[in-house]
């Protein structure tokens, strides 16, 4: 199996942040979604982004913001990345000059759906499928039939939704992400990150891979 992505998403805390960075995460998501329990303000966002070195991507998390406000995200926060969640179009999306991630909720959507919502997105660098249904958040933790995936798209996609220590290595199994994306499967409350999960999430992913 290749090297596998892994997304620690929703992180609020500096310990936090500081304990993904040592456990070698690819990309640590910040959230900006208006109507999410780990929405930060940017003067939060910014103190945690100050700790994340160069070679972890931050991903910053918005879902229908207005235009001003991604624009102050990107402003302010310099991510590497912004994660689209909403009903935000492709141009709307592409506008802000970073590479893109769209989600697409699987919760509720057939196949049909999916592979017209990944048509629909031509300038994202790359998809998550998560288990929410449209208009919902992510972070929800809820799962969808992983073997509901499309078949192939010829883009980076991450898998989220219900994930945690316990089933990343039969998700990978079954899905075969580019990456995995775990916010409320590695917490003690919305937030709030477990450190004990945070490691056995990262290590059942590394020990899926050897395997």
Not at 25 to 35: E, S
Request: hydrophobic share 45%; net charge negative.
């Amino acid at each position: 199996m290749p090297h596998t992505r892994i997304k620690f998403c929703g992180l609020t805390r500096a310990e936090d942040v500081r304990l993904a960075v040592e456990l070698g995460v690819d990309y640590v998501g910040l959230v900006f979604a208006p109507r999410s329990p780990r929405r930060l303000l940017l003067g939060q966002a910014r103190m945690l982004r100050a700790l994340v070195p160069e070679e972890i991507a931050v991903v910053a998390l918005v879902m229908d913001n207005v235009r001003g406000e991604v624009e102050q995200i990107v402003e302010s926060l310099q991510p590497d990345l912004l994660q689209f969640h909403g009903a935000e179009d492709d141009a709307f999306a592409a506008s802000f000059g970073l590479p893109f991630w769209k989600a697409i909720a699987m919760g509720g959507q057939d196949e049909g759906g999916a592979f017209a919502a990944l048509a629909a997105y031509p300038g994202a660098h790359g998809f998550l499928f998560d288990g929410h249904a449209a208009g919902e958040q992510g972070g929800s933790g809820q799962r969808f039939d992983w073997r509901r995936m499309p078949a192939a798209t010829d883009k980076p996609f991450l898998l989220a939704g219900g994930l945690s220590p316990e089933n990343v290595a039969l998700a990978l199994r079954t899905a075969r992400p580019w990456g995995v994306d775990v916010s409320s499967g590695i917490e003690s409350a919305p937030g709030v990150k477990d450190a004990e999960k945070m490691r056995r999430f990262v290590d059942a992913v590394r020990h899926a891979e050897a395997s």
